[in-house]
């Protein structure tokens, strides 16, 4: 029986040796708060249409960066095993959520907005949705679903494009 504990011990010890060390994947980064957009002229509380527009448009260029970096470092859909793609792919999903999700949190200085403000929501919340399943399947490492994710997140971060600069 000593001799079965010992043989089951030293293969746990062997077992546990084998392979890589396991690595950490980063928690889910809190966003900062963006700063309020600027009030418009002689309208005090009303929120400047001109800041508006221009906040979403240039979240959704940022948005088109940040992929584009990503893209750029790791150019296609296989799933390196460099140890900094994981938390690189962590950081780029936590900065395009939290991006989409400041773009979510303004809201339109009149109704007139009201149309444009509901199609944008509607591709920030998929861009969100999408990017939470990137990050998991990396998190997972599982492949197929990271592929699934890659296959369709530059026509995610293109439909937030479309959409801010689709007010004229």
């Known amino acids: 029986m000593k001799f079965a504990f010992a043989l089951l011990a030293a293969f746990g010890i062997v077992g546990a040796s084998c ?13 900062a708060q963006p700063a309020p957009l600027p009030t418009a002229r002689g309208v ?10 221009n906040r979403l448009r240039n979240g959704a260029d940022t948005l088109a960066k940040l992929r584009a970096d990503l893209r750029l470092k ?4 296989t799933f390196y095993r460099r140890e900094s793609f994981r938390p690189d792919f962590a950081t780029y ?10 773009m979510l949190d303004l809201s339109a200085p009149d109704t007139r907005f009201a149309e444009f403000e509901s199609k944008l929501d509607v ?4 861009l ?6 990137g990050r998991e399947a990396v998190r997972a490492r599982n492949v197929s679903d990271y592929r699934k ?3 369709e997140s530059d026509a995610k971060v293109s439909a937030v494009r479309d959409a801010a600069y689709a007010q004229r």
């Open 128 to 133: 969100i949705e999408h990017t939470r399943a």
């Open 74 to 77: 790791y150019a296609d859909d």
């Open 149 to 151: 994710w890659y296959r």
């Open 93 to 102: 999903a936590d900065q395009t959520i939290c991006g989409a999700q400041a």
């Open 44 to 53: 005090p509380g009303t929120v400047s249409t001109q800041s508006y527009v």
């Open 19 to 31: 392979g890589s060390p396991p690595s950490t994947f980063p928690e889910v980064a809190e966003c």
């Open 123 to 126: 591709t920030l919340n998929d």
